[in-house]
């Protein structure tokens, strides 16, 4: 007779159960508990549960308990929650389509008949080999490309630009900051106030401010940061009227910040507040966005977005901040901040998710958007299309095919990995091809170029991260969203793994919630939606296809056509007011 293990999760707490005393059975359901969480029921609900002594306990439902060998892993299409098999664990047959139970139950009853729960291998019939988990003797499934950094500025990576000029003047009443005055436009009314008694205009401001450094440490840190987390955002309450020089010390990373209302005879007069509490409602945005956020500050103005994220972290804080947020830990300066934001990238224990915050209409948005933000599709824009390019490395006519001709991407994306595998091409093929691959001609210039006109853009990709990182680290950009490939056990191409459904249309409306004019570029039938959405879109070099299918967006040929077309766009009448931008 055979000596089979039968093992399951508790359905509160999600440890392994086997058979003992640690395992509680709901018989003819699969509700399981291990004895804490059968413990804290009422009597009458324990006693609808037996205890899992031995396999007869389970009675008919012993081979649904059977621990495989072979153990089998998803992921929510929503909320890239890892999905293992038993109750959280619905797909859709014959697709790579996987929800797990809160996103299943949020469907309509016939959207939800298309799926089935996968209580057993079984269940997933002749797609086993395609949700087969590798290395199954891991119980950890690593999530750090999901990370993303946001980051104070003043306090936190440059000195404080008003202590600065604090320094130059002497004036001992600009010594008061956020640390000291947590309302802070009660702060700013209160230099303005100083600035204008002593004839201080902003070009004072921004002599004091081009002649800042970055804090000792601040650029290593964030050159050690950046091949670990692709995504690192600057959120900071100052205003890019005289910041911008801070910006492209730091490497111009990207910046979510304010901006200055100036009379006529150059002196700051009130603050133009993109946002109120920008800070935390950016890190709920792009939680929503499936991203689990590390936030780093030091200030009072900085306590509600290290709340909001997963993981917050003080650096040089006052002592009145500590000794009012005793609950986060703190870097005494940027060698210890890479310390605990190593160990906590390095850790065995999975960043749990905080619970999303429910997201704002998008009509509330409308009348407040003022400062633009560029969102572009990577391949075709400012890369060359990557299966583009295995076809000319393989010589493989088919793989030449890319969503400009076939709009269907799962599909296009399934016919690719059966071309892979007929032709004995596996997925570490790819990968080398995909680190040849340089940016198109005139790519790095061309956001050089728009770094002080749009001084915040984002990259979107549904290609993978094999594709999009290469290509991060050669433009040397800040921000790249993307998806990812998982092989079979021998290799092979089997699936891949969106990060978040509808990434760039989702993307933009997140953006839109944070008060930002979205213009946005691409060039094929998977951008459409983006451009759409936004509040300007313009397509790159289209195909003919594209470019007949959809006439209501300007075409551009080259990046000259395209600077042109931006100026166009930011200059407008009805657009944000701002300084006129050159062509140059």
């Not at 699969?30 to 804290?40: E, I």
């Not at 205003?239 to 010390?249: C, K, N, S, T, V």
Request: glycine share 4%; net charge negative; proline share 5%.
């Amino acid at each position: 007779m055979l000596d089979y293990t039968y093992y399951c999760r508790c359905d509160e707490c999600r440890k392994g159960l086997y058979r003992g005393d640690d395992w509680y059975h709901k018989p003819g359901t699969h509700k399981d508990l291990c004895s804490a969480h059968w413990q804290a029921l009422q009597k009458a609900q324990r006693d609808e549960f037996v205890n899992i002594g031995h396999s007869v306990d389970l009675g008919d439902q012993q081979n649904q308990y059977i621990l495989q060998k072979t153990s089998y892993f998803a992921r929510c299409d929503s909320c890239r929650k890892g999905l293992c098999v038993g109750g959280d664990w619905f797909h859709q047959p014959d697709t790579m389509h996987d929800l797990c139970a809160v996103h299943w139950h949020e469907l309509n009853d016939v959207a939800q008949d298309t799926f089935v729960n996968i209580r057993s291998h079984m269940d997933l019939r002749d797609q086993c080999d395609q949700y087969t988990l590798q290395e199954p003797e891991q119980s950890f499934i690593s999530e750090r490309d999901l990370i993303m950094v946001a980051l104070d500025v003043e306090g936190t990576l440059m000195p404080e630009a008003w202590l600065a000029l604090q320094e130059k003047t002497g004036l001992e009443e600009l010594k008061r900051t956020t640390a000291h005055e947590p309302d802070y436009n009660k702060l700013m009314k209160y230099r303005f106030d100083v600035l204008r008694a002593n004839g201080i205009k902003l070009q004072d401001m921004k002599d004091v401010v081009k002649d800042l450094k970055p804090l000792p440490g601040a650029i290593e840190f964030l050159q050690w940061l950046k091949p670990l987390v692709p995504r690192i955002l600057l959120l900071t309450d100052t205003f890019e009227e005289y910041a911008l020089p801070m910006f492209e010390q730091l490497g111009y990373p990207t910046v979510f910040c304010n901006s200055l209302v100036v009379d006529d005879d150059g002196y700051m007069t009130d603050i133009v507040l993109r946002l109120k509490d920008q800070k935390r409602k950016a890190v709920e945005s792009f939680q929503r966005l499936n991203f689990r956020v590390i936030a780093v500050g030091d200030s009072f103005n900085d306590i509600s977005m290290l709340t909001a994220a997963e993981r917050g972290i003080l650096i040089y804080p006052s002592e009145k901040v500590v000794k009012a947020h005793p609950e986060f830990p703190i870097a005494r300066d940027h060698y210890d901040l890479r310390l605990k934001i190593g160990r906590i990238l390095s850790s065995n224990r999975p960043i749990l998710p905080r619970q999303l915050a429910p997201a704002i209409s998008l009509n509330d948005t409308v009348a407040s958007r003022t400062m633009w933000l560029l969102v572009c599709n990577v391949a075709s824009t400012v890369a060359p299309e990557p299966w583009r390019a295995v076809h000319e490395k393989t010589g493989i006519s088919e793989l030449n095919v890319t969503t400009a001709e076939e709009p269907d991407y799962h599909k296009l994306m399934k016919m690719r990995a059966s071309i892979l595998r007929k032709n004995g091409l596996k997925l570490q093929d790819v990968v080398k091809i995909m680190e040849d691959i340089d940016v198109m001609d005139g790519a790095k210039e061309f956001l050089e170029w728009l770094k002080p006109i749009v001084p915040r853009a984002f990259l979107l990709t549904d290609s993978f991260e094999e594709y999009a990182l290469p290509i991060f680290d050669k433009l040397g950009h800040p921000m790249i969203f993307c998806n990812f490939l998982e092989a079979d056990k021998v290799g092979y191409i089997n699936k891949l793994i969106v990060r978040l459904k509808g990434q760039k249309l989702k993307t933009v409306h997140e953006l839109q919630r944070l008060n930002f004019r979205i213009l946005a570029v691409g060039s094929s039938f998977n951008d459409i939606d983006m451009l759409a959405a936004a509040e300007k879109g313009v397509l790159f070099r289209p195909s003919h296809h594209v470019k007949d299918a959809h006439p209501e967006f300007a075409a551009v040929s080259n990046y000259e056509e395209l600077k042109v077309k931006i100026l166009d766009i930011v200059n407008d009448r009805d657009g944000p007011r701002r300084k006129k931008a050159k062509l140059c």
